[in-house]
T-cell receptor, first 113, second 112 residues
Framework: GESVGLHLPTLSVQEGDNSIINCAYS??????FIWYKQESGKGPQFIID?????DKRQGQRVTVLLNKTVKHLSLQIAATQPGDSAVYFC????????????FGTGTRLKVLA | NAGVTQTPKFRILKIGQSMTLQCTQD?????MYWYRQDPGMGLKLIYY???????DKGEVPNGYNVSRSTTEDFPLRLELAAPSQTSVYFC???????????FGPGTRLTVL
């Protein structure tokens, strides 16, 4: 897979602003997408998911948008807080009905006070 | 519920040594997974299991083995450790109906 090593894409936002993290996927057979948050030294934690029959799904302070035409997924975090600082991964299933997932390389979100 | 637990948290191995990374979940989940995460990178699937007695290879299975004798446990075995296996290893489980994976805290392995 793509390697970014220490050059993990980083998004810096001011506390209180909205954050938008993007993810491109290539597998047309994927029909289920998930966003995970990974804090330093911890395992990934589920944030929100969306199925391919939806364009948008909202949670508490988070919204996921899915554009199947261009194979693009985004995570919007409203009123970003210091506790949102983490690496965010998108994941997609390999195909409908399978339980194997493909993870993106991640984006580091830094919240500036 | 403790969720997904992994032991050990840290381990240093010499080249050629073997070890077993333990993973246990108490949520009665059918699906279990092993991933490795190299520094600054995403997760790569090593092996997975859809139920007791059933395992299958993921993207990077070479150098590893697994077994699933019970629903709760899914140990990962490294037979001949190599420096390329230096990584953080995450175990995850999933019920199946929700498709949400729950991850353990990880095992940081260094092979020197």
């Amino acid at each position: 897979g793509e390697s970014v090593g220490l050059h993990l894409p980083t998004l810096s936002v001011q506390e209180g602003d909205n954050s938008i993290i993007n993810c491109a996927y290539s597998n047309s057979a994927s029909d289920y997408f998930i966003w995970y948050k990974q804090e330093s030294g911890k395992g990934p934690q589920f944030i929100i998911d969306i199925r391919s029959n939806m364009d948008k799904r909202q949670g508490q302070r988070v919204t996921v948008l899915l554009n199947k035409t261009v194979k693009h997924l985004s995570l919007q975090i409203a009123a970003t807080q210091p506790g949102d600082s983490a690496v965010y991964f998108c994941a997609e299933n390999e195909a409908s009905g399978t339980y194997k997932y493909i993870f993106g390389t991640g984006t580091r979100l830094k919240v500036l006070a | 519920n403790a969720g997904v637990t992994q032991t050990p948290k840290f381990r240093i191995l010499k080249i050629g040594q073997s070890m077993t990374l333990q993973c246990t979940q108490d949520m009665n989940h059918n699906y279990m997974y092993w991933y490795r995460q190299d520094p600054g990178m995403g997760l790569k699937l090593i092996y997975y299991s859809v139920g007791a007695g059933i395992t299958d290879k993921g993207e990077v299975p070479n150098g590893y083995n697994v077994s699933r004798s019970t629903t709760e446990d899914f140990p990962l075995r490294l037979e001949l450790a190599a420096p390329s296996q230096t990584s953080v290893y995450f175990c995850a489980s999933m019920q199946g109906s929700t498709d949400t994976q729950y991850f353990g805290p990880g095992t940081r392995l260094t092979v020197l």
